[in-house]
């Protein structure tokens, strides 16, 4: 702010601005459309769309696989909002999936790490798996999965999403090693089932999570 007299002029020095501290994050999505998510596929399709609301001006660049009996890229590394949105609609269950029993679940969790190596660096690094949360078939171990996430910094987050009960009395029958995952690398897991209420609340809680 500038002051004038007859005879002087005295400069006020201005605040300095504030430093910009809003995340910016890499986000890769993982959506299982395996033959067992034939009841839950089109609640999967507003889970994608609930991520890319959620993580609006939060994501600068994002990217989706799906796997079952083998693993697809549905859109390649792209702005967040029309890239998730393009990729919901081409979500399709994989029938065929359900003859040979197959779900890759920790192949697709590895290529989807290995996908953030190409991201840029200067992003935080986010994956959110959609999945019933299970493994049948992958080559690569459970154990390499998460080492290669802890030393990657990425992380992982888990919306489980069934037509069933995820428990089995007080065993986890489903999702057991993706809660390890998460909590192993600072995110969380959480039982969405089909609920939208409980989906909000997860997404919300994410977004307080993300570093």
Request: aromatic letters at 8%.
């Amino acid at each position: 702010m500038l002051f004038e007299t007859a005879t002087c002029a005295v400069a006020f020095p201005q605040a300095a601005a504030a430093p910009d501290t809003t995340s910016r994050v890499s986000l890769g999505v993982l959506i299982d459309t395996s033959a067992h998510q034939k009841e839950v596929i089109d609640f999967q399709r507003n889970v994608i769309r609930s991520v890319a609301d959620g993580f609006g001006g939060l994501a600068t660049e994002s990217f989706v696989l799906r796997y079952a009996d083998e693993i697809e890229t549905l859109q390649d590394w792209s702005p967040l909002k029309p890239g998730l949105e393009d990729a919901s609609k081409r979500i399709e269950l994989d029938v065929e999936s359900g003859q040979n029993r197959r779900t890759l679940l920790y192949d697709a969790v590895d290529a989807a790490l290995k996908k953030f190596e190409t991201s840029n660096k200067a992003n935080s690094k986010v994956l959110v798996i959609i999945a019933e949360g299970n493994d049948a078939g992958s080559a690569a171990k459970y154990t390499e999965v998460k080492k290669r996430a802890i030393a990657a910094r990425i992380q992982c987050f888990v919306l489980l999403v069934a037509s069933h009960n995820l428990m089995g009395g007080r065993m986890r029958h489903f999702g057991y090693y993706l809660y390890d995952l998460a909590s192993a690398t600072k995110g969380k897991a959480y039982d969405v089932e089909r609920s939208k209420k409980n989906l909000d609340k997860a997404i919300r809680d994410v977004l307080k999570r993300v570093r």
